[in-house]
Structures are given as structure tokens and as C-alpha cells.
């Protein structure tokens, strides 16, 4: 079956570091992937996406890479502030399921 | 255009009791699921639907949950008996079709359910 496998957190960072959360994925198939922000008090909001292997899905900052090799998607952003503290979602989706995603990773982000 | 609306917001009940929570996608969105978040989890689908119709139901428990869209535009997600267990927050996404590579779901702000 599908699965999701994101890094444990809390991710604890000063303001203006570089963010990496990790992503890995099982899939039939070959799967979309996103990653899915949660504000607190929040719904989940697409953060981005990538379709295809290669493919890097950007926004706010944000990017992912889509790695067939290695089966990752791994978030990144170089310079993260106090707003982007939130819980992070990995996801994959396929033509034949839904969204499958990982556990959620923390990131809390200090001045 | 406006997002995908849930009420309530938090729910208490005891054990053993019944609640319902309502949600209203977005508009001319086909598909609509239910998902549920336990604390430290990620979501996991509850049910999903196309239009009024049901798609996959395979993971939700059908001796105490039940769901439906009777007009193919809003839906209820009903517990009967609750459990403790159930504590939880429901979150229902709209897209506009069936999912596939290229949808995206737009997610509710969840009802925030606790059984005492």
C-alpha cells in the first residue's frame, strides 16, 4: 500500500535559518506529490506540489524536489521567519487513492 | 470565491452519545471527503464522495459512523455511539472531481471533537 514517512519533530530554528524536513514515500503506481500546511486553528492549505519525477513545486519560499531514485520530496526553504512556524504535511496521492499522508512534522521558529 | 465551511467548530460529549457535523464545500466541487485527524497523526480518510454518490468508505466504521450528501452539494458526518477513542479533528476537503494526479483538495478548518 501507500505510505508517507516525514522526519519526527519539533523542528526548533532561529529566524533566517535554512529548513530541510524530510519526506520519503511508498507508492503503486506513480503518485502526485504535495506538501500541506497547518496553521494553528488552521485547515490544511496546499503549500505545493509536483506531479512527475524532477518536477519542483515552489511557493512562499518553499521547494521540493521530486526524486524518483530515492523516492523523497524533501521540503526546503533558505530563510524561514517566525510566520512559517506551523505543522508540515507530507502527501502523496495516485490515479486509483486519495491523499495518503505522513504523521506531520512541527517547525517552531523563534525571533 | 468562498472555502469550504464546517460547523461546529468544538464539540464535548460524553461517551455513548451522538453528534453530527456538517459541511458545506465549495462551490462546484464534485468530490467531497471526511477526514479524521487524531492528535499527532496525520488525516486519514474517512469517506469520500462524487457528487452524491460513494466512492471509497473502506476505512470508516460503519457500526458507529455514517455519512451522506443528499443533494451532491453539502454533507453530514454523524457518530452513534461515540468513544473515547473518537476524540479527534474531523476535517472535510472539497475538489472539483474525482482525485488524480493533477487535483487538489481544499481543506475545511475541522470540527475539534472530545468524548469524555
Known amino acids: 500500500g501507500n505510505s508517507v514517512t516525514q522526519m519526527e519533530g519539533p523542528v526548533t530554528l532561529s529566524e533566517e535559518a535554512f529548513l530541510t524536513i524530510n519526506c520519503t514515500y511508498t507508492?503503486?503506481?506513480?503518485?502526485?506529490l504535495f506538501w500541506y500546511v497547518q496553521y494553528p486553528g488552521e485547515g490544511l492549505q496546499l503549500l505545493l506540489k509536483?506531479?512527475?519525477?524532477?518536477d519542483k513545486g515552489s511557493n512562499k519560499g518553499f521547494e521540493a524536489t521530486y526524486r524518483k531514485e530515492t523516492t523523497s520530496f524533501h521540503l526546503e526553504k533558505g530563510s524561514v521567519q517566525v510566520s512559517d512556524s506551523a505543522v508540515y504535511f507530507c502527501a502523496l496521492s495516485t490515479r486509483y487513492s486519495t491523499l495518503t499522508f505522513g504523521k506531520g512534522t512541527m517547525l517552531l521558529v523563534s525571533p | 470565491e468562498a472555502g469550504v465551511a464546517q460547523s461546529p467548530r468544538y464539540k464535548i460529549i460524553e461517551k455513548r452519545q451522538s453528534v453530527a457535523f456538517w459541511c458545506n464545500p465549495i462551490s462546484g466541487h464534485a468530490t467531497l471527503y471526511w477526514y479524521q485527524q487524531i492528535l499527532g497523526q496525520g488525516p486519514k480518510l474517512l469517506i469520500q464522495f462524487q457528487n452524491n454518490g460513494v466512492v471509497d468508505d473502506s476505512q470508516l466504521p460503519k457500526d458507529r459512523f455514517s455519512a451522506e450528501r443528499l443533494k451532491g452539494v453539502d454533507s453530514t458526518l454523524k457518530i452513534q455511539p461515540a468513544k473515547l477513542e473518537d476524540s479527534a479533528v474531523y476535517l472535510c476537503?472539497?475538489?472539483?472531481?474525482?482525485?488524480?494526479?493533477?487535483?487538489?483538495?481544499?481543506f475545511g478548518p475541522g470540527t475539534r471533537l472530545l468524548v469524555l
Open positions: 509536483a506531479t512527475k519525477a524532477d
Open positions: 507508492a503503486t503506481g506513480y503518485p502526485s
Open positions: 476537503a472539497s475538489s472539483r472531481r474525482d482525485t488524480g494526479a493533477q487535483e487538489t483538495q481544499y
